[in-house]
């Protein structure tokens, strides 16, 4: 009775894009970017040590064994520092066809479903909003105005205006690279409903520009100093263009359990149980509790943000080590609770290295480790689309192929 797990950790790149000198951060080129090999190198050299928190080289034996640092020698030709080239795992080398490094085009590609249109953005401007569309938000809304209006960092904004929102009234507007309009808001002096109220209307507005994700930011605190995104985030996105793995897996009758942002990625469709979680360790707990419930059929998919929001965009290279190696450490407990004929995949969606210049996503190729009890090591080399991922949990459950993409196992 199989089932599958995707562990999707948000943002671990491994290098190597062929594409990546066609994106950039702040005017330069992904070019080199790789998430993981430049944290094991500032980690190697010290550079990832914080008082308190971690110290000395990355240390990511489960996640290693399963064939990490091969395929990151495979991707970027580099074997990282501490790592080995053997593994006991099958694994492979994730690369993006869809034009985007967003959260929506890694995931619906990971489920089948590579994107086949531009996503539209906002020119990075001050201000970077259309004056028609900010006019219409402001007059739907019933809103004083807005604050922002510009590309910016989710708590570094937060922190710049939290104190005129909450004095004013006016939300917080920002965008980023990626097919974003972000709102945060203060939960009690703006309260939640009407924040998730404002993006549901700015998400009508902005559908037909191709802006892929409205996103409510609520955060608590009254200065600075205690300003806090709490885990009430929710992300209205547009639907995928056709149907993704989950819509096949729970078409067919089985389970589709999203934990975290996952469910929000798909606009919900064919989601069966939607559980939120804020934190990696808490997101690891609820992913833990959803195979106790799974039945003997389903997929349970599992979004670790932490590295991508709290880390990868805060270009915070001890945070982000010390993130991993959280993971990797409770990686044992997963495999344990895992049934014989389950199938367990590790990827990513994108990069975000935080060594790198800017604050946006990095346009890299992604892990694939794989981990079944039946399943003997080797490698599937470099994979020419996310696609496989969900055309390899497709085979494994027996449900229908879908037309983009094939299983490797």
């Keep these: 009775m199989p ?60 996640l290693d064994r399963l064939g990490l640092g091969a395929a990151g020698r495979l ?39 590579p994107v086949p249109f531009e996503w539209g953005y906002f020119p990075k401007t001050i201000p970077c909003f259309p004056d028609e569309l900010v006019a219409t938000i402001v007059a739907k809304a019933g809103l004083p105005g807005i604050l922002g209006n510009r590309h910016g960092s989710g708590t570094v904004i937060i922190n710049e205006l939290g104190e005129e929102h909450i004095r ?21 002096h703006f309260g939640l409903d009407r ?7 700015v998400f009508r507005l902005t559908a037909p520009m191709m802006i892929g994700r409205v996103i409510a930011r609520p955060f608590v605190g009254e ?16 639907a995928p263009p056709e149907p993704t793995l989950l819509d096949r897996v729970s078409g067919v ?17 064919g989601v069966t149980h939607k559980i939120k979680a804020s934190g990696n360790m808490a997101l690891m707990d609820r992913t833990l509790e959803a195979l106790d419930m799974c039945g003997d059929h389903g ?23 010390h993130a991993l190696e959280q993971f990797d450490a409770r990686l044992p407990e997963l495999m344990t609770q895992l049934r014989d004929d389950d199938l367990l995949v590790m990827t990513a969606d994108h990069g975000n ?16 480790l794989i981990y079944a009890r039946s399943l003997r090591p080797g490698s599937a080399g470099i994979r020419q689309t996310l696609a496989d991922i969900g055309e390899t949990a497709a085979r494994w459950l027996g449900i229908a192929p879908g037309r983009h993409g094939r299983s490797f196992l």
């Design 299 to 321: 997929l349970v998919f599992t979004n670790f943000v932490d590295f991508d929001q709290d880390f990868g965009h805060r270009r915070d290279i001890p945070g982000y080590a």
């Design 353 to 368: 290295d935080p060594s790198w210049t800017g604050t946006d996503h990095t346009r890299e190729q992604v892990p694939v």
């Design 168 to 188: 004013t009234g006016k939300p917080i507007c920002y965008t980023s690279a990626d097919s974003v309009f972000q709102i945060a808001a203060h939960e009690t």
């Design 75 to 113: 991707s970027s030709g580099v074997l990282a520092p501490g790592f080995s080239a053997d593994a006991v795992g099958f694994w492979a080398v994730g690369r993006e066809v869809s034009r985007g490094k967003d959260t929506p085009s890694g995931h619906w590609e990971i489920a089948g479903v």
């Design 253 to 269: 009758g089985f389970d589709v359990y999203a934990i975290g942002k996952i469910s929000d990625i798909y606009a919900g469709s």
């Design 3 to 62: 089932r599958v797990v995707i562990a999707l950790m948000d943002s671990f790149g491994i290098g190597g894009a062929p594409d990546a000198g066609d994106y950039f951060n702040d005017g330069v080129p992904d070019t080199g970017a790789n998430t993981f090999l430049h944290i094991a190198e500032a980690c190697a050299k010290g550079g990832g040590d914080r008082a308190g928190l971690r110290a000395g080289p990355l240390r990511l034996p489960n």
């Design 223 to 238: 200065t600075p100093a205690d300003f806090r995104r709490t885990g009430n985030r929710h992300d209205y996105a547009i």
């Design 195 to 201: 924040l998730y109220d404002l993006c549901k209307t």
